[in-house]
């Protein structure tokens, strides 16, 4: 990994390990990436390189998109740290184990360890959007984005990550026919 990972590289190894517990029968084994969704203390240092590799990266890959879409509870604080710097719009897409009346477009999620809504409001069909989440595990939350965007007529042209787990990345590049880019890899 190049030296302008270090501090990432650094948080990645030493994330502790917690088990967390969708019910009394089922346990999930999980990592506590600081950046992550369920992080906690970030150093300035970090947040900055973390920042400033996704704005690159972004650069590189993606040159072509009207604003950048980040899923709660991890994704969405890296999204608007890297639409800041890119002077890119964002969409927040709001998360809730509650379901709300009226609301524009919802669907449900299910990953490993909970069950939430996704809330999608202020699309429009022909956007062309960037997906920016924080950690790809088994490329759930990503899939279930993708559906309901094209289902909206929004474009996805890739997804930028800070860290992908195991290889489940690349079937989404393969599935959906984008680049998807990570900074690191577990």
């Known amino acids: 990994m190049s030296a302008s990972y270090a501090r990432l590289s650094e948080s990645i190894s030493k ?5 967390i517990y969708k019910n009394k029968d089922t346990a999930y084994d999980f990592k506590l990436y600081p950046f992550g969704e369920r992080g906690t203390y970030i150093d300035p240092e970090l947040i900055s390189e973390i920042t400033d590799n996704l704005a690159s990266s972004i650069t590189e890959h993606f ?7 980040s899923p709660e509870p991890g994704g969405h604080t890296w999204g ?14 709001r998360l809730s184990t509650e379901l709300y009346e009226n609301y524009e477009v919802c669907i449900k999620r299910e990953t490993a ?17 960037l997906i920016l989440d924080d950690v790809i595990s088994s490329g759930a939350t990503i899939r279930c984005i ?6 909206m007529g929004v474009e ?6 800070i860290l992908a787990k195991g290889e489940h990345y690349k ?9 998807v880019r990570v900074l690191s890899k577990v």
């Open 171 to 179: 079937q989404l590049e393969a599935d959906y026919g984008i680049p």
């Open 156 to 161: 996805l042209v890739g997804v930028q990550g």
């Open 15 to 19: 994330a502790k390990n917690v088990r």
């Open 113 to 129: 360890y909970n069950e939430n809504y996704i809330y999608f409001d202020g699309f429009t069909a022909g956007d062309r959007v």
């Open 63 to 69: 040159p072509a998109f009207d604003y950048i879409v």
């Open 146 to 151: 993708a559906q309901q965007m094209a289902d």
């Open 80 to 93: 608007m740290l890297a639409a800041y710097k890119l002077m890119k719009p964002m969409n927040i897409l």
